[in-house]
């Protein structure tokens, strides 16, 4: 728990720190309002987390106080893709070399916006109806899915998941364009509307589905690779796509040191980022080093 919150603060004080330094005087800057922030609404009696234009009612899912991920500029750069995506009422598609992150930053966010999230590892014996089900299973539990490895399955598979998945999104963002997006709100005349109880939408087999608030689908792939096919255009259309690259790891080691309890965090880090990158460049990648 300790750890975790020195995790959060350390990032909160690198933030605050940048922004005084940068002169930025207003609360609608863009370092500022990039940020996941959690705020207390008094008008509906609950907790929103807010990031750029989007904002989100909490899950309130307990996921246990599981380690939280040091929070650099590329998972920042995450979140606010994947929260725009959320928003849009469209899935998001983070791609990038095996190790990068992909998964588990998506895992990160939803404990943070507090939703649970099932992690899918694709293989190409999943067919159509397993595919469906599973889209029908999150958007009647409102939880997010992250589809690992997602080009794995066969193309005649990937060609149907996006109609499938376009019948979630679709009814979306008919929910989204009701007033207050169909969530409790409180209108210009002080009126409060109670939350939309019970919306249904029709799944691609024709099967009437109850539509919770919230439901997301991640595709995380591994570019050129063999055995992958390439994602269908209809199916792009649905995601929107982040490139995730090798995470800056000095930042990572600081975070982690201080969790730890070590002063000199930074010193210390610098010297552990250097001898890593030296041990990656002088010795080869066999395994009894």
Known sequence: KIMNMITIDAHSRDMVISIVENGENSKKCFKWMSQLRTYWDADIDDSVIKICDAFFPYGYEYLGNGGRLVITPLTDRIYITATQACWLSMGTAPAGPAGTGKTETSKDLSAQLGKSMYVFNCSPEMDYR????????????????????????????????????????????????????????????????????????????????????????????????????????????????????????????????????????????????????????????????
């Open 130 to 289: 397993t595919m469906g089900d599973i889209f029908k299973g999150l958007a009647a539990s409102g939880s997010w899915g992250c589809f690992d490895e997602f080009n794995r399955l066969v193309p005649e598979v990937l060609s149907v998941c996006s109609v499938q998945y376009k019948c979630v999104t679709d009814a979306q963002k008919r929910k989204a364009n009701m007033p207050g997006r169909g969530l409790e709100f409180i209108d210009k005349e002080g009126v409060k509307h109670e939350a939309i109880q019970n919306y249904k939408f029709i799944a691609a087999d024709g099967v009437e589905m109850p539509l919770e608030e919230g439901c997301s689908g991640f595709i995380t792939m591994n570019p050129g690779y063999i055995g992958r096919a390439e994602l269908p255009e209809s199916l792009k259309a649905l995601f929107r796509p982040i490139t995730v690259m090798v995470p800056d790891r000095q930042l990572i080691m600081e975070n982690m040191l201080m969790a730890e309890g070590f002063v000199e965090a930074k010193m210390l880090a610098k010297k552990f980022a250097s001898l890593y990158y030296l041990l990656e460049d002088m010795l080869s990648p066999q395994t009894h080093y």
